[in-house]
């Protein structure tokens, strides 16, 4: 099984609409794929974490890549193994906005992240979340 993790940076504002619709594309066709992963958005970037099959995995990344929503789409790593990090997740999703009260992106994200088995995985989602808190 592949781990292809990749950032973009979005074309126009990321908002909640944005993030619903990709989230409903990702919950409807990764099943499918036998996909599962984690997608964060901060103010400007995306940073999303696909696993599952290698041939099915980057074939998603390619359709993600395509995406006018955003550019400068550059994977940041791979890696095999044969234990999903993600478990069933369709698509784990944290946003830099307050979803419940006061909790903030890093919050958030140390919370979806915390379960993961890899320590470096956990470590690219923590830092992303941190350095979006510091620009915003």
Request: charged share 20%; with cysteine.
């Amino acid at each position: 099984m592949l781990t292809l993790v990749y950032i973009s940076t979005a074309r126009a504002p990321i908002t909640p609409a944005l993030c619903d619709d990709i989230l409903a594309a990702s919950r409807r066709n990764n099943p499918a794929a036998g996909i599962t992963g984690l997608l964060v958005a901060g103010t400007k970037r995306f940073l999303q974490a696909l696993e599952g099959p290698d041939d099915k995995v980057r074939a998603t990344y390619a359709r993600i890549a395509a995406d006018p929503r955003h550019f400068a789409c550059v994977a940041l790593g791979e890696r095999t193994s044969d234990t999903r990090q993600f478990g069933e997740w369709a698509m784990g999703y944290g946003v830099g906005r307050d979803v419940d009260g006061d909790a903030g992106l890093e919050a958030i994200v140390a919370a979806l992240v915390e379960p993961i088995g890899d320590a470096n995985l956990r470590a690219q989602f923590l830092g992303f979340a941190q350095l979006n808190a510091r620009a915003a």
